[in-house]
């Protein structure tokens, strides 16, 4: 079964500075997704980012950008110039594409990002 | 964008009581998911549907069931609801080959 871990519970950072988010993960696929999601207080989640593993190219969204390395399994999301608005809690997920029932998501732990002022 | 919404924000039962926490989307979507959110542990999937009248198992399905008799709705059932139920409950949906899925606003369910 697909594992995702977030070693990090908790995270902080300063306005305008930068701050990466951890995340590894565990398949035996090669095809297959990775997200980073988004919760903040209003507990909407909302997708940041997404990264198809087929691609070496680095997905970036604005100030998101991820470190995908395929080979080690790893898929680190960084955030650029941190506002305020930035805090929530972080997961990351994974899916993969071998179809039929399998478009669930599996989630890491999360990690809460506060942002200081 | 696909518009999940979950019957309600806040929930209180009383232990022994059978609760239905419903799910619609406003679009054809086949894939719908109930998880489970607890503070360190993340999200966990309860059970989930590619169609109607389809159901199977995740992750947690022990205390849960499921009804899905049209596409748009995807219900979940906690027949006799339990302390340990307590917690957020999310509903997420995906269209097949579809890249994202979307949420609803998710319920926070208190058994007493």
């Known amino acids: 079964a697909q594992t995702v871990t977030q070693s990090q519970p908790e995270m902080s950072v300063q306005e305008a500075e930068t701050v990466t988010l951890s995340c590894t993960y565990d398949t035996s696929e090669s095809d297959y997704y990775l997200f980073w999601y988004k919760q903040p207080p209003s507990r909407q989640m909302i997708l940041v980012i997404r990264q198809e593993a087929y691609k070496q190219q680095n997905a970036t969204e604005n100030r998101f950008s991820v470190n995908f390395q395929k080979a080690a399994k790893s898929f680190s999301l960084k955030i650029s110039d941190s506002q305020l608005g930035d805090a929530a809690m972080y997961f990351c997920?994974?899916?993969?594409?071998?179809?039929?029932?399998?478009?669930?998501?599996?989630f890491g732990k999360g990690t809460l990002l506060t942002v200081n002022p | 964008d696909v518009k999940v919404t979950q019957s309600s924000r806040y929930l209180v039962k009383r232990t022994g009581e059978k609760v239905f926490l419903e799910c619609v989307q406003d679009?054809?979507?086949?894939?719908m998911f109930w998880y489970r959110q607890d503070p360190g542990l993340g999200l966990r999937l309860i059970y989930f549907?590619?169609?109607?009248?389809?159901?199977e198992k995740g992750d947690i399905p022990e205390g849960y069931s499921v009804s899905r008799e049209k596409k748009e709705r995807f219900s979940l059932i906690l027949e006799s609801a339990s302390t340990n139920q307590t917690s957020m409950y999310l509903c997420a949906v995906y269209r097949d080959r579809g890249t994202e899925a979307f949420f609803g606003q998710g319920t926070r369910l208190t058994v007493v």
């Open positions: 997920a994974y899916r993969d594409l071998s179809g039929g029932s399998n478009y669930k998501l599996t």
């Open positions: 679009m054809d979507h086949e894939n």
């Open positions: 549907s590619y169609d109607v009248k389809m159901k």
